[in-house]
């Protein structure tokens, strides 16, 4: 009986022993899977982060120069100061010896060591001494490493248009920004092996983790011209007491951006030190009323739809004409003028009077024309569009206001770019600040080459405007100031109130004082534009912004050779227009980059003309009547067989085109 009872103790001492390896085993199974399973993913990120160590190369940025390879912004190696807080023994130590060094706050210093989570920059891009090198080379878990820091070295030279990189040296403003990914290049990643206090014990092969250098930029901009607009453009501020000022010069033939310059500027090299205020670039973020220079696109499409000439009369009421519940005046009282005296002397009620000839839709058309209401499409970060509302929502007098330049607002960019469409002959240019891109050997990756928007105006037309505005600075005109000794000037004074958008209206005794125009009139070299915001005293656009342009054009001119015996650019080929992929190019200048493709041919006609919509697309026929503010009557599906008006013929002043599709 003993041995029965022994024998069955036995089986279930097994059996319970088995179960509990059982269990163990089941538990083991369980935590096993749970953890190569379940958790696998992210346990091997977790154990990769405790003894692996990434770090990220930045390449070295790409330098900015002028058209004439001149340096306006270029990186530079200096030295970076980091701790290791693991491997350091004694903060305190550490933190005394480093802030010696260093000439920083020896408390400062030990909170940082402290709460470093194993690695952290004491200090970045700095110029250390080989003395001071030493000192933190000889602390034990500090070292130095360099690191690339950008230096403009014109200091505020064109500083607005070229924009400044933060501590990151990512572009924050200006062409840094906007050609960013360009001009920082490639990164590279390569991994080591830490060990238990944070030291480095293995890494990849270096020659393989090389960053591609960032790209070259080449700007329009010439450094000289630069510095000339910038020096008469400050002198004129400070002489006048204004908020600030913006004046741009440009190649009329290509819309290359010779100089853009902007007050109050700054210093890129201690953006810490100004605000977002001077960082700005007015001459595309800021817009204002143009005032009187506006007079001259309205007597371009007067004399565009044969509805004027030069020589036309006009009353202008002896300075004081009522429309509607509003009275004009102009700032002398005079009785008949020509079209072209109406320029000259700037008179708000004759242009007022060419403006009602015109009607709302037509001069609409042609100011859009001209490119404003819109983004002309810079190659800069921030432009913006300006104001200029459909005629049809315009009130009893607008039609008369936006005649001389009220009630509508632009860019500095927008008008001298429209001023440069009756330089060239009628063709309104894309402007451009970026001339090419080549990579780190010097070969061309991208190449910026004259756009035509479009054609504005005829040839004839343009030839009556410079007429015109060259009587402007000519004796009794109003831009007398901005005449150059040897040279004709073509010119427009613009003297326009600031509105007053707390109270409405306009605010008392704040004005724009501007003066445009192109130089050599008759072969033009230079479009120039100045404004200058809130003069002190005198305010007239005359007095205060023409001597500035006579100043720039004058020193301009003599830089590029242009003299009265060798004007430079009479032999300068007219705009001639091609087709390419890409967009319509314009061939100012000899381009053998740019060959004629099997695209539409450059739209040449007048902006009031009606397209032939023949073949087209329904969405091609509402983007053609959109660029010319027109409505279209769409009867029909498929491509356009037939339309009225007739190709060629005007835009109808009231009603839509109408356009069958089949």
Known sequence: MRKKNTGSYLRYRILFVIGCFLVLFAAVFFRAFQLQVLHGKQLKKLAARQHRKVTNIQSKRGDIYDRNSKELAVSVEVDSVYVQSGRIESPREAASELARALSMDRKEMERKIRSADGFAWIKRRVDLTKEQREAIDGIEGAGVVKESR?????????????GFTGLDENGLEGVERHYDEMLKGESRKFVSDKDARGGTLLFEDIDKTVPVKGMEVELAIDKTIQYVTEKELKKAVDGSGAKGGTAIVMDPHTGEVLAMASLPTFDPNDTANYSPRQWRNRAITDTYEPGSIFKLFLVSAALEENLVKPQDSVFCENGTYRVADRVFHDHEGYGWLTVSQVIKYSSNIGSAKIGERLGRARLYRYLKAFGFGGKIGVDLPGEVSGSLRRYGSWSGVTLETVSFGQGVSATALQLVSALSSIANGGFLMKPYVVKSIKDSSGRAVSETNPVVVRRVISEDTARKLTDMLVMVTQEGGTGVKAAIEDFDVAGKTGTA????????????????????GFVPARAPRLAIIVA??????EHFGGAVAG????EIARQSLGYLGVFKDNPGNSNRPAVQLVSAKNGVKAAAEADPVNKPGDEEPVDTERPMSVPDFKGKTIRAVVRMARSRAFDVDVQG?????GQRPAPGQNIPEKGPVVVWFQ
């Open 547 to 550: 001597p500035v342009f006579r």
């Open 150 to 162: 950008r230096y403009y070295p014109n200091r505020q030279l064109a500083s607005n248009l070229i």
């Open 497 to 516: 109130q600031k509105p007053d958008f707390k109270h409405g209206g306009y605010e008392k005794g704040a004005f724009v004082a501007s003066f445009f």
């Open 637 to 641: 599906s498929g491509k356009a067989v």
């Open 532 to 537: 200058i915001d809130e003069p002190k005293g």
